[in-house]
């Protein structure tokens, strides 16, 4: 670790000597480093291991999809297999939205949650998707919004211009997130509101759970920064933002319960994430089964999210002058 590094990634306010060394085998099975932040237990990779900027525009589909072996799928397949997470993201800030928002999310991807919010009816939407299958999709879907196909910090945005600025599973992806969230910080209205996700390095599979090959498969060559609910506060706090972290459980119970049995991935996202389990139809006593398990999902939702270990961090950020 070094000074200029963190200076880069925007955590300057870290000291080096505050850094360990935890050997890690990422996804793609090849030995990497981690650099630990003691105090907060924030995650750096190491740089030698990242990817290159123009890895977004088509190769990161190629690689990583909602199939665990990377198998490539297409947008229109992505936005049917995580229609279940969408809702539950967009539910996360509908409330926030009104006929004179203007929204803009970085890193939408197959459009699922921008999709959610063109519908819901606000004033204007924008995105910013560096990748081209993607982007046109989103276009293709919602012909009213605003596309911009690029990396963030390539795009000219207007100062002081949006209410809410969405960004999920995109920060940690990011070569200088400091800046990347200075530049969500001034595209905002004073009074704006900031909703990422990032990824929980206090993730209950990672911490709690006895996988191996869990630990292999969380840490991959895409993701740079690994956060904690110490880390992403301090970052988002150290460019203006105001606000509060919560915890949130992105895939099911029952994936976890996969992982423990199997020490292995579900095979698709389209198992994950568990809507009903019987074809139910008028059946009342498949309804009832239904219900248990989805009780049984909810239940086991609050338990990790009450002691945040969901596999992603919600930070809710407002622009206060």
Known sequence: MNQKLLNELGLGYYNIEDFYVKPIVLRDGRDSI???????????????????????SEQYRDEF????????KESEEHFRIYKNLNDRQFNLFKDKLTSDTKYLEIGCAH???????????????????????????????????????SVFGDVELEDNYFDIVVAFDVVEHDFEPGKFLKKCYDSLKVGGQLIIAVPNHNDILLTHY?????????????????????SITELCES???????????????????????????????V???????????????????????????????????????????????????
């Not at 999809?65 to 490539?72: I, L, Y």
């Not at 204007?124 to 605003?146: A, L």
């Open 34 to 56: 981690l650099w630990v932040h003691e105090p907060t237990g924030h995650g750096i990779l190491d740089s030698e291991f990242w990817v290159k900027e123009d890895f977004y």
């Open 65 to 72: 999809s909602a199939d665990s072996e990377g198998e490539r």
């Open 111 to 149: 459009g699922g949650i921008v999709s959610r919010v063109n519908n819901h009816g606000v004033d204007e939407c924008q995105i910013v998707e560096p990748n081209i299958q993607d982007s046109n999709f989103v276009k293709y879907k919602n012909p009213n919004v605003i596309v911009h196909n």
């Open 210 to 230: 006895d996988c191996d090959k869990y630990q292999e498969f969380y840490y991959h060559k895409a993701h740079v920064n690994y956060f904690t609910e110490e």
């Open 239 to 269: 460019v203006g933002f105001g606000g509060s972290v919560s915890s949130f459980l992105d895939y099911s119970f029952f994936n976890h319960v996969h992982w423990y049995q199997t020490n292995n991935p579900m095979g698709s996202g």
């Open 271 to 321: 198992t994950a994430f568990v809507g009903d389990v019987l074809s139910a139809d008028d059946n009342e006593f498949r309804n009832k089964i239904n219900n248990f398990y989805k009780n049984v999902e909810l239940e086991y939702e609050k338990i990790v999210n009450e002691n945040m270990s969901g596999g992603a961090l919600i930070y809710n950020g407002v622009k206060n002058v």
